[in-house]
């Protein structure tokens, strides 16, 4: 039997472009790479008492996937730290610091080094001098939607349920139906990556060469088709297109216009 210790790799990549105030809400400094820090994903994950396979399929990815970044092989953002920690009920501050009962001096990552904070974010005070940027706060929550089966392409769907929410950054704070998902395969890659975080704003306008996620109408009600695709025009049919088709497939994608639901476009921090 493998003890938790053992699931300790000092190989940690972490790497985020989007600011941590962006998914989490706490600092907004970016967060940098950092190597040969300690990775305790395998860690807790055994501490749960969880195999790889029964994590991967919480989190909604492969057991490959949850290999490669517990072993560093796979850069580990804060988008996976966040749907790993909801996976092992856990924040994604403690999935930095070994279990309770493992090697004591094995060294940690410091909140601070990857500009984590383990406060809530704070609004600086008025005049607090050039020196220190205010930080702009949102106790609004947006939800993130969870994801059935995927398919080729892309294709993943959506029934209904959650997975969780974050904070809503800036570019959609006023929206009240905006969502986040996940980013399901590479065919959109290297704009998206696989299990990526997205953000979708119901209310933001869209055209040719915009991302948008595209729902589809399926046979079972309160059930619809997905797709995060770049587009391309809505009439009779509507295009789309993917950057990184799968082999055998094109790039341009074509649904009748009967079959869409709605199509939303996909926004960052900064409303783009």
């Known amino acids: 039997m493998v003890s938790v210790a053992q699931g300790i790799n000092t190989n940690l990549v972490l790497d985020n472009t989007v600011s941590v105030n962006y998914q989490t809400g706490m600092s907004r400094r970016q967060t940098k790479v950092m190597k040969e820090k300690p990775n305790f994903l395998a860690a807790h994950r055994e501490a749960a008492g969880m195999a790889d396979h029964e994590l991967a399929k919480k989190v909604g990815t492969s057991q490959p ?57 704070v609004q600086s005070p008025p005049n607090a001098g050039l020196a220190n940027e205010p930080t702009r706060t949102t106790r609004r929550r947006i939800d993130i939607l969870g994801r059935a089966a995927g398919g080729k392409e892309g294709k993943f769907i959506l029934n209904g349920e959650k997975q969780g929410y974050i904070l809503a950054p800036p570019s959609v704070e006023a929206v009240s139906k905006a969502y986040a998902l996940y980013i399901f395969g590479n065919s959109m890659s290297p704009r998206y990556e696989d299990g990526e975080m997205v953000i979708a704003n119901p209310e933001a306008p869209y055209g040719k060469g915009s991302y948008v996620v595209a729902q589809l109408y399926t046979d079972e009600e309160g059930v619809f088709e997905c797709y995060v695709k770049r587009f391309v025009s809505f009439g009779k049919e509507l295009v789309l297109e993917q950057l990184n088709p799968p082999k055998g497939h094109d790039a341009i994608m074509r649904f009748p216009a009967n079959r869409v639901y709605r199509i939303d476009k996909l926004v960052g921090p900064d409303g783009k």
């Open 65 to 121: 996937q949850i290999n490669r970044l517990e072993n560093g092989e796979r850069k580990l953002t804060i988008d996976w730290l966040q749907r790993i920690a909801v996976a092992l009920d856990k924040s994604v501050p403690e999935l930095l610091e070994p279990p309770l009962g493992t090697i004591k001096e094995t060294p940690k990552v410091s909140l601070a080094e990857v500009g984590i904070s383990d406060s809530p974010p």
